[in-house]
């Protein structure tokens, strides 16, 4: 987890980059805007997918083989000698967002300067990494696409649910994953996310596998901790949804073991092929909106 002081710092180089590249309000995010004003470029015609071979020799002394071998997982590399960054072009618009200010999270974030290229796959993307400087470069990331308070002025004027996520990670241009987490993280609503992967095809016996799972402050503070197993069957109502390939914000009902006794829970599932989010509730939580917040201008 990034350190309460470091986060500061790296919030403050965030909102110095917002701000001096005009990018705060404009929406979606100008990633391109605040690339540039970094002093960096993205190559469009490499495209990592499918890196020609021996590109990487004229890059290192290094073996060519420390580049080749994992070249087919890497997802963004930022070269800071040369001040650019190369992206896996097949991802989507959304998902290669993230990924730039992620590289540039590793340029700007200055006591990371002694790394030369930063090489992000799936892992060091992830949300969930415990290393340093990855964690850092993710936090960048979050908070710039983001736009600090603009997030929650914006997550303030939907009830809770799927929905608003949907809408606000259009806003931004971001990835509904992206939004849901951050959604989860800072909310004052009791509520969770859990998020499914690898569901098996139609005919076999149907289960998934847990990718993470996260609470707003109130949800653990009230429920504690959540234990679940790494994958799950067909007796989950969410991973029935899940096995049938069900489209759409759907909603349903299911009983939780929490540190208070079995609770029912309501929940709101949704599929977007590469995840199933399942975003979780009480019975009964208020899910208004919270008109009684007023968020002032930040920048």
Same mark, same amino acid.
């Given at each position: 987890?990034?350190?309460?002081?470091?986060?500061? %710092?790296?919030?403050?180089?965030?909102?110095?980059?917002?701000?001096?590249?005009?990018?705060?309000?404009?929406?979606?995010?100008?990633?391109?805007?605040?690339?540039?004003?970094?002093?960096?470029?993205?190559?469009?015609?490499?495209?990592?997918?499918?890196?020609?071979?021996?590109?990487?020799?004229?890059?290192?002394?290094?073996?060519?083989?420390? #580049?080749?071998?994992?070249?087919?997982?890497?997802?963004?590399?930022?070269? &800071?000698?040369?001040?650019?960054?190369?992206?896996?072009?097949?991802?989507?618009?959304?998902?290669?967002?993230?990924?730039?200010?992620?590289?540039?999270?590793?340029?700007?974030?200055?006591?990371?300067?002694?790394?030369?290229?930063?090489?992000?796959?799936?892992?060091?993307?992830?949300?969930?990494?415990?290393?340093?400087?990855?964690?850092?470069?993710?936090?960048?990331?979050?908070?710039?696409?983001?736009?600090?308070?603009?997030? %929650?002025?914006?997550?303030?004027?939907?009830?809770?649910?799927?929905?608003?996520?949907?809408?606000?990670?259009?806003?931004?241009?971001?990835?509904?994953?992206?939004?849901? =987490?951050?959604?989860?993280? =800072?909310?004052?609503?009791?509520?969770?996310?859990?998020?499914?992967?690898?569901?098996?095809?139609?005919?076999?016996?149907?289960?998934?596998?847990?990718?993470?799972?996260?609470?707003?402050?109130?949800?653990?503070?009230?429920?504690?901790?959540?234990?679940?197993?790494?994958?799950?069957?067909?007796?989950?109502?969410?991973?029935?949804?899940?096995?049938?390939?069900? &489209?759409?914000?759907?909603?349903?009902?299911?009983?939780?073991?929490?540190?208070?006794?079995?609770?029912? #829970?309501? #929940?709101?599932?949704?599929?977007?092929?590469?995840?199933? #989010?399942?975003?979780?509730?009480?019975?009964?939580?208020?899910?208004?909106?919270?008109?009684?917040?007023?968020?002032?201008?930040?920048?």
């Amino acid at each position: 987890m990034v350190e309460e002081h470091t986060k500061k %710092d790296i919030e403050k180089i965030s909102h110095e980059i917002l701000k001096a590249s005009n990018s705060f309000d404009r929406f979606p995010t100008p990633i391109n805007t605040i690339i540039s004003y970094s002093d960096l470029a993205v190559v469009s015609h490499i495209d990592l997918s499918n890196v020609p071979e021996g590109f990487f020799e004229t890059w290192t002394e290094s073996p060519k083989n420390n #580049f080749t071998n994992i070249m087919g997982s890497i997802r963004g590399m930022l070269h &800071r000698p040369e001040k650019i960054i190369y992206l896996d072009h097949s991802m989507s618009e959304s998902r290669k967002s993230f990924v730039k200010l992620h590289e540039v999270g590793h340029d700007v974030l200055y006591w990371q300067h002694e790394i030369l290229c930063c090489l992000d796959d799936d892992q060091t993307l992830d949300a969930d990494v415990h290393e340093e400087f990855e964690e850092e470069a993710n936090y960048f990331a979050s908070v710039t696409l983001f736009q600090h308070d603009r997030f %929650d002025s914006e997550m303030g004027k939907y009830e809770l649910g799927i929905n608003a996520s949907l809408s606000t990670a259009k806003h931004f241009g971001a990835s509904l994953h992206a939004t849901l =987490r951050r959604y989860v993280e =800072r909310s004052d609503k009791r509520c969770a996310l859990l998020i499914l992967e690898n569901i098996t095809p139609n005919g076999e016996l149907p289960k998934c596998r847990v990718r993470n799972f996260l609470t707003s402050v109130k949800f653990e503070y009230e429920f504690g901790i959540i234990e679940w197993n790494e994958t799950l069957g067909y007796k989950w109502p969410f991973v029935q949804l899940y096995y049938h390939k069900k &489209r759409g914000v759907l909603t349903g009902h299911v009983e939780l073991r929490t540190a208070n006794g079995p609770i029912p #829970f309501e #929940f709101q599932f949704f599929n977007n092929s590469y995840n199933a #989010f399942v975003l979780i509730f009480p019975v009964g939580e208020n899910r208004e909106i919270r008109n009684n917040i007023i968020f002032l201008p930040f920048a």
